[in-house]
């Protein structure tokens, strides 16, 4: 890294500053970018309106968690490299502490009541999985082209699933994008100051390539538990484009799909995410804990969360000097946007299996969900009140006094 830009600030005030992010940041990436700008733009005055912009625009189009990575950036202009580590660590700590205690209670719920709230946690995650559906949907298919391009990629990979399928779906819709998506709509770029040169962005995306081509291979070749782990994380955290909730799918083709974990449990828990501040991305830490071979308890939650933010950050390292040069590419943005529609396609695909298709049995289960739909999507609540809320209501139409109760 260059030394140019690198201390402009205090790495307590990193910390402390991403800390009180992590707290109180609920509502998932685009509220996250928004508590971000109001704190480091407009508040702190870190960096510019088009240069928040910019760097926004830029993890938008990398895989990866958005949210995190631009605070990653800003740590990483604010404090250099430590910067950046620090900042990573405050904005994600709060929540996967919380995430990794519900799973260490996670094996209490096998009474009614247990069995009820995990059932309620099932539906919210129907109707959030919905909501980001949604919103995806109107923002990155706006025309036929993309619209075609979501569908056959939700077609894909509910004909074929698992992980293969998502990839092929991912490079189909970069292809078609490649050929319908090409404009000449480019706005200047406002430069960069980050301290990152080239040569060490390139060593950046060379290790990104060496660690999703290498994990697979060691894993099978050592069959060690803990690289297969790794390599699972870290596919996962390869291919999120769009938003973390697109994590969803690929990790429950690879945790669920290959028996490290029950569909229930791993539902349960991304329903719980919804409730509380910070990045989707520690959903991570929760699976971690709770897989059935070790590593697992905090080991595993630390490789977990470690693997599946890696390469969104060596991606993002790699591409912030190259930036300005990329955002004029029209053929680079045209199979971005392919992509992306195609991500909208994915994340159809796990609304129906295995996300509808495991919480929703009976038409209360469907009301619930489509409730908690039009909350988020039309009253605007937050959503750790709908989880709250939608949860407790299932819940109680779940136990028997209260069912017998209501049918009584």
Known sequence: MNSKNSHRGTLKEVFKTFLILGLTSFGGPIAHLGYFHNEL??????????????????????PGPASSQVGFALGLQRGGAAGALIAWVAFTLPSAILLILFAQGAASFDGPFGSAMVHGL?????????????????????????VTIAVCSALIIVTF?????????????????LYWCQTDNVQPADPFEFPVSRTFALGSFVLFLLLLIGLPLLSSVLNIQALAVADAFYRSGSLVFGGGHVVLP????????????SSDIFLSGYGAAQAIPGPLFTFSAYLGTLLEAEPNGLAGAAL?????????????????????????????????????????????????????????FNPLDFALALTGFLLLAKWQLAPWKVVLSIGLVSTLTQIEPFLSLRLG
């Not at 392919?338 to 396609?345: D, E, H």
């Open 41 to 62: 733009v407009i508040r702190r005055r870190w960096l510019s309106e088009k240069s928040y912009a910019e760097l926004v625009a830029m993890c938008q189009i990398l």
């Open 122 to 146: 099932k539906i919210v995650a129907v109707a959030v999985v919905a909501h980001a559906a949604w919103g995806m949907a109107i923002k990155l298919c706006p025309d036929r082209q993309r």
């Open 161 to 177: 699933g698992g992980t293969a399928a998502q990839l092929t779906s991912i490079m189909v819709g970069s292809l078609a994008g």
């Open 250 to 261: 690929l990790l429950e083709a690879e945790i669920v799909q290959t028996g490290w974990l």
């Open 304 to 360: 977990a969360l470690f693997a599946v933010f890696l390469p969104g950050f060596l991606l993002l390292v790699a591409a912030i000097p190259f930036w300005n040069t990329l955002q004029r590419n029209r053929r680079a943005r045209a199979m971005v946007s392919g992509t992306n529609a195609a991500v909208v396609g994915i994340l159809a695909s796990a609304l129906y299996n295995p996300v509808g298709t495991n919480a929703i």
